[in-house]
């Protein structure tokens, strides 16, 4: 069975960090693409940010780019979000998820929260 476990949210002032983490287990993670997604309050979930296998590629949604950075160890089987200069509209949930087509799977999420 496929495992994904996020980690690293919490409670956040504005302008501060956060590095989100993804550990992965049961597959072979460096075989896939890796995506950080978030769900605010009363949203839709999004995709925030995308790494391909081997980490040198990546993208990220226009409200977090420069502030946000992705990236990957294939050994240690992790993604990572780090999150800077946070703002309170980046609170949510956030989820690391993959594609074996045609399933996704999806992390049980870790919730981040900038407020002052």
């Known amino acids: 069975q496929v495992q994904l476990v996020e980690s690293g949210g919490g409670l956040v002032q504005p302008g501060g960090s956060l590095r989100l983490s993804c550990a992965a287990s049961r597959f072979t993670f460096s075989a896939y693409a890796m995506n950080w997604y978030r769900q605010a309050p009363g949203k839709e979930r999004e995709l925030v940010a995308s790494?391909?296998?081997?980490?040198?590629?990546?993208a990220y949604a226009e409200s977090v780019k420069g502030r946000f950075t992705i990236s990957r160890d294939n050994i240690k089987n992790t993604v990572y979000l780090q999150m800077n200069s946070l703002q309170p509209e980046d609170t949510a949930v956030y989820y690391c998820?993959?594609?074996?087509?045609?399933?996704?799977?999806w992390g049980q999420g870790t919730h981040v929260t900038v407020s002052s």
């Open positions: 790494i391909s296998t081997t980490g040198t590629s990546t």
């Open positions: 998820s993959f594609e074996q087509t045609p399933v996704r799977y």
